[in-house]
């Protein structure tokens, strides 16, 4: 599974624990690192040069060239993260879109909440 940075031009690939970071024009490898568990997906914020990785409860935070930031376990299973901004980090869990605050100035985490998802049933 792979993600693409289209602004710093890089790409993330993740195959069972091991995320490699490379360079998307010169085809070349960047970093390389491995993770405690099997890592499912991850997702580029372009505008802050975040990679946000995620295992079954656990989302990573790397910078674009692999340095570690932070960690966060949730509660449950994250099916994916969706997208993020300068202040939320989005990911849907068993049918609910939940989301965390991470403040990027102190490189923290903050209390989850959760957004339940319209039903699509109609009567």
């Known amino acids: 599974v792979s993600s693409i940075n289209d602004y710093d031009l890089v790409a993330a690939t993740i195959i069972k624990q091991t995320v490699i970071i490379w360079d998307i024009i010169r085809g070349f490898t960047l970093n390389g690192f ?9 997702i580029f914020n372009e505008k802050y040069g975040y990679l ?11 910078s674009v060239n692999g340095t570690f930031i932070s960690k966060y376990q949730v509660e449950g299973k994250i099916d994916e993260i969706i997208g ?14 939940k989301y965390v605050s991470f403040d990027a100035s102190r490189n923290i985490f903050m209390k989850i909440s959760k957004i339940p998802i319209a039903s699509s049933t109609s009567k």
């Open 34 to 42: 491995e993770l405690p568990e099997e890592v499912h997906g991850s």
């Open 52 to 62: 946000y990785i995620w295992s079954d409860n656990i989302i990573y935070i790397y």
């Open 84 to 97: 993020s901004d300068d202040k939320f980090i989005i990911y849907k869990s068993n049918s609910e879109l």
